[in-house]
């Protein structure tokens, strides 16, 4: 762990908070995380490390106490949760669902557009009139808006509820932060601005006993123009395919249907490591293991090789859905965004998947009213989405992220026109969604059982491979289950269907 890179500050032990000038008494001791520090890319090795432990002093920090974790955000964000969850339950916390029960509260944010942060705001505010109540609870905030400097100087300045701020890069901190934090009775900020060692054996408290995540890399290097992450996350460094592989096989053992593989940008897989191995390879290895399910996300269309299609062409437990954000169909703005293909290549990268997997469901990401995007542009866009024919996509307005160089750019676009173009590029989404859905009239999918559905406790729901939300009454036994569905109607975003079996597994791949 790089030590210039540690931001350790904490208030010198006080009886009570200074109401105000808050900022000043850290002059000397307090140094904001760098936005600037965190863009540099070094070229010295990433550590691994599996010797994580907590220590003695710190087993019986949470006797007695609970804690609770809000997650904003992506998937790395909830897995990071339950990995600060592990962790807490290794000091002998408790889990609460009620935050009005907990003794430390977590923020787990997000940084990757405006609204996301002003959540968290509006959320830290909600958190002041608890502090009142209970002035002994411990409120946090973590993850990538930690990382952010104007973040940071915003909670000191205005939130002084706030007890601690760590970051992405140092939760296997959390004992010592907490410490910190209880001894201090202010406000402890750690937050490194680059990326540490890689931490193997951190413990995990996973949500789901049906589904997890595994992470296969950490960070990103594609700095895309409006992107916050490689800020947040550091650079790429993939884990080593054993840890990942033990990993898999101790969840295929421990009963888990299905795992999902997360990266920023998984097909970098395995660049930064000396080996010869890609994310195809590692693909194929865990092709081998008797776990019914395997995803993958986030994939970048820039790194997609004919090894991985090759690999996910066999199918067996890979599922045949492939989410490959585009952002937008035109090349000029694909070129400002610094995505590195251009709408022909994208377009014929789809070509070339759907020569091997013709049954393959691709999804997407789109960014709409990206600085001086005309009509024309977007247009592209509209037409990209329906010469490749998405089952879905997930669309944004674009939101400027301070440190980013489209931050920087002038913006002629006025919000209305922004808003005009997702409303119509939503409505073709939506067409798109829907007909998808309609093809499965009549026919029977196999489907992983989660739970009860959403609206109704009598009503179970599960996905297919193809990752379409079905709801269907079934016996409590098909929870957790692979299970054949008849589908009998169809909307816009889901199915309802009729239970034909639950599955044995033996011989079901998905
Ligand atoms: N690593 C993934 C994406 C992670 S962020 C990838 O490269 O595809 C998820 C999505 O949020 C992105 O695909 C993009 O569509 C959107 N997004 C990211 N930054 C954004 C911004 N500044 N404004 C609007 N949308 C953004
Ligand atoms: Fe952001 Fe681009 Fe990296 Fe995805 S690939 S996380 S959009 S910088
Ligand atoms: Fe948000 Fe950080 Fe994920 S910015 S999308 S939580 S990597």
Redesign the pocket.
């Known amino acids: 762990m790089n030590e210039e890179s540690r931001i350790l500050s904490s208030q010198a032990k006080t009886e009570k908070k200074p109401e105000k000038d808050y900022s000043k008494y850290f002059e000397h001791v307090y140094q904001p995380p760098s936005l600037k520090d965190a863009k540099k890319r070094g070229k010295e090795a990433v550590n691994y490390h599996s010797d994580f432990t907590i220590e003695e002093k710190y087993q019986s920090l949470g006797k007695g106490r609970k804690y609770y974790i809000r997650t904003y955000g992506?998937q790395m964000n909830e897995h990071d949760t339950e990995v600060m969850a592990g962790i807490f339950e290794a000091l002998d916390y408790t889990a609460t669902n009620d935050v009005n029960d907990a003794d430390v509260i977590l923020l787990n944010t997000c940084a990757?557009?405006e609204n996301a942060e002003n959540k968290v705001f509006g959320e830290i505010g909600n958190l002041k009139h608890l502090k009142l109540e209970k002035p002994d609870v411990l409120i946090g905030v973590c993850g990538c808006m930690s990382q952010e400097e104007s973040v940071v100087n915003k909670i000191l300045k205005s939130y002084q509820n706030v007890d601690m701020i760590f970051g992405t890069h140092n939760i296997h901190r959390l004992p010592a932060i907490l410490e910190e934090a209880y001894m201090a009775k202010a406000m402890v900020v750690e937050v490194w601005s680059k990326e540490g060692d890689v931490i193997e054996n951190l413990p995990k408290s996973r949500l789901g006993e049906t589904k997890a995540w595994v992470n296969i890399m950490y960070g990103?290097d594609?700095f895309?123009t409006?992107?916050?992450?490689p800020f947040t996350r550091g650079k790429e460094r993939s884990r080593m395919p054993e840890e990942i592989i033990s990993e898999v096989r101790d969840l295929a053992r421990r009963g888990y249907k299905e795992i999902t593989l997360l990266g920023?940008?998984v097909n970098a897989y395995g660049k930064d490591l000396d080996i010869s191995y890609g994310l195809g390879d590692l693909m194929a290895d865990i092709q081998k293991i008797d776990i019914p399910r395997v995803r993958f996300m986030?994939s970048?269309p820039w790194d997609f090789d004919n090894r991985l299609i090759e690999v996910l062409a066999e199918g067996g437990n890979i599922v045949p859905h492939i989410h490959l954000?585009v952002?937008s169909g035109n090349n000029e703005v694909l070129k400002i965004m610094g995505r590195k293909y251009t709408r022909e290549s994208y377009l014929e990268l789809v070509e070339k998947i759907r020569a091997q997997m013709p049954d393959v469901a691709l999804t997407t990401?789109?960014?709409v009213g990206y600085p001086n995007e005309t009509e024309e542009q977007f247009l592209d866009t509209m037409d990209l989405y329906e010469k490749v024919g998405f089952e879905h996509a997930?669309t944004?307005?674009?939101?400027?992220?301070e440190g980013?160089p489209?931050a920087k750019m002038k913006d002629n676009v006025p919000m209305r026109e922004k808003k005009d173009r997702l409303q119509r590029l939503n409505k073709l989404v939506e067409k798109y969604s829907e007909e998808t859905l309609q093809n499965y009239l009549g026919q029977e999918v196999i489907v992983l059982c989660e739970g009860p559905s959403k609206k109704d406790e009598e009503v179970l729901a599960g996905y297919t491979d193809k990752n379409k939300l079905i709801n269907f009454r079934a016996p409590k036994e098909a929870i957790g289950q692979l299970v054949k569905v008849k589908v009998t109607e169809t909307m816009r975003y889901s199915m309802n269907g009729e239970l034909i079996a639950i599955l044995d597994q033996v011989g079901v791949t998905h």
């Open positions: 992506c990757i557009r990103c594609k895309c409006y992107c916050i992450v920023q940008n986030t970048h954000p952002q990401d789109i960014i997930y944004y307005i674009y939101s400027p992220r980013t489209a």
